[in-house]
């Protein structure tokens, strides 16, 4: 090796020694073109390594799922499929549920739960039999009001005693027929 060609090569070992020492990265990032990726799990992580969104296959469940998560490691959104169709799962700092969209027997359904470890449904709306239907439920997650569309294709609004046997009778039925309004009273 001749002496100009050690005044090149010498430096740059030294320089790579240096580098592969230290952890220096010369280069931080490359992109690259896939055209399939097959994994049974997918983790992104931030800059400490903690697990921010993670795409997999519950094997359990034989679904796919993605889920993201917070900067304590919390779940705070989740994609999901499932035979039925699909959901969204929205969770609050604590990691419990506090909103889903979802399909329920074939129609689309917004649900708002009370966001603690008991899940309760506080709101619902959904697809009913006759339209769209909008249900109130107490603290416990029995209904205690529905308002939606009859069979005639108009409005009624139910009130029900906030327990499982009284949302069987209605105590208040608000209800619009072909033949006019009509109130009943539970008796």
């Keep these: 090796m001749s002496k100009y060609e050690r005044l090149i090569i010498y430096p740059l070992l030294f320089l790579a020694l240096f580098c592969a020492l230290t952890g220096v990265n010369v280069v931080n990032a490359t992109q690259q073109m896939f ?10 992580v931030d800059n400490e390594g903690n ?3 993670v795409l997999k ?23 999901l499929a499932y035979a039925d169709g699909g959901a969204v799962g929205i969770f609050n700092q604590e990691g419990y549920l506090t909103a889903a969209i979802q ?5 689309g359904a ?4 009370n966001g603690t470890r008991d899940m309760t449904k506080l709101v619902a709306l959904r697809s009913g ?14 209904p205690t009001g529905i308002m939606g569309n009859n069979a005639s294709n ?6 029900f005693k906030g327990e499982l046997l009284g949302f069987l009778t209605p105590q208040i039925m608000l209800n619009v027929g072909s033949e006019g ?5 539970a008796k």
């Design 35 to 44: 055209e399939r990726i097959v994994a049974r799990e997918v983790v992104i």
């Design 57 to 79: 296959y519950d094997e359990q469940k034989q679904n796919p799922s993605f889920e993201m998560f917070n900067k304590d490691g919390r779940r705070v959104l989740s994609l």
């Design 129 to 142: 039999l006759y339209g769209g239907v909008l249900e109130i439920s107490n603290t416990q997650g029995f």
């Design 181 to 185: 309004p009509t109130i009943d009273l």
């Design 51 to 53: 697990e921010v969104a």
């Design 110 to 113: 917004v649900l708002v739960y």
């Design 103 to 107: 399909n329920e027997s074939n129609a």
């Design 154 to 159: 108009h409005g009624y609004l139910g009130l």
